[in-house]
T-cell receptor, first 114, second 115 residues
Framework: GENVEQHPSTLSVQEGDSAVIKCTYS??????FPWYKQELGKRPQLIID?????GEKKDQRIAVTLNKTAKHFSLHITETQPEDSAVYFC?????????????FGKGTTLSVSS | EAEVAQSPRYKITEKSQAVAFWCDPI?????LYWYRQILGQGPELLVQ????????DSQLPKDRFSAERLKGVDSTLKIQPAELGDSAMYLC?????????????FGSGTRLTVV
């Protein structure tokens, strides 16, 4: 089955710096890759996603890149702010008889210090 | 904005007791998922429903866990008997379903503590 590896597990940056989180997946059939942000005690919330027919997608300060050949995708956050501090999860889709499900990485705890 | 409703928000139960969680997905969402999130880890898929049918329950510990979605709307996840290792956040999510689904919406979760 699908396996999603996420690195690093923790990341500390200074406010204004960039942060990059990387994920690899094992199932070449995966075609949808969302990223979720989870603040302490709250639900995971979708922040950006990318489909396999696109190599890069950007939304203001966040961007996601996808390399299908290498089976890896990355989250890029520029001009980090303290409110970006949270746990970030990548996920990859798997297909089953009813559609899709998401398999998640173990998460990256991002700390942005001012 | 439509939300996935879950209750209770918190649950403390003793080892060997039964516990149940409830989820009401976004109206019209055919696909419902239950995930378990152990502290410090990513969500792990337990069971997926399409309408009232189970699509995938390969990771559900069936000796103690059960899930149902009788009318294809709301769903209940039950643990009997609860064990200490079941302490986790139980998240419900829903999506429209189908092969072009986008990322789904999570509920606020039920945080279970087994003592």
């Amino acid at each position: 089955g699908e396996n999603v590896e996420q690195h690093p597990s923790t990341l500390s940056v200074q406010e204004g710096d960039s942060a990059v989180i990387k994920c690899t997946y094992s199932d070449s059939a995966s075609n949808y890759f969302p990223w979720y942000k989870q603040e302490l005690g709250k639900r995971p919330q979708l922040i950006i996603d990318i489909r396999s027919n696109v190599g890069e997608k950007k939304d203001q300060r966040i961007a996601v890149t996808l390399n299908k050949t290498a089976k890896h995708f990355s989250l890029h956050i520029t001009e980090t702010q303290p409110e970006d501090s949270a746990v970030y999860f990548c996920a990859a889709s798997i297909s089953n008889q009813a559609g899709t499900a998401l398999i998640f990485g173990k998460g990256t705890t991002l700390s942005v210090s001012s | 904005e439509a939300e996935v409703a879950q209750s209770p928000r918190y649950k403390i139960t003793e080892k060997s007791q039964a516990v149940a969680f409830w989820c009401d997905p976004i109206s019209g969402h055919a696909t419902l998922y239950w995930y378990r999130q152990i502290l410090g880890q990513g969500p792990e898929l337990l069971v997926q429903f399409q309408d009232e049918s189970v699509v995938d329950d390969s990771q559900l510990p069936k000796d103690r866990f059960s899930a149902e979605r009788l009318k294809g709307v709301d769903s209940t996840l039950k643990i009997q008997p609860a064990e200490l290792g079941d302490s986790a956040m139980y998240l419900c999510a829903s999506s429209l379903g189908g092969f072009k689904s986008d990322g789904y919406t999570f509920g606020s979760g039920t945080r279970l503590t087994v003592v």
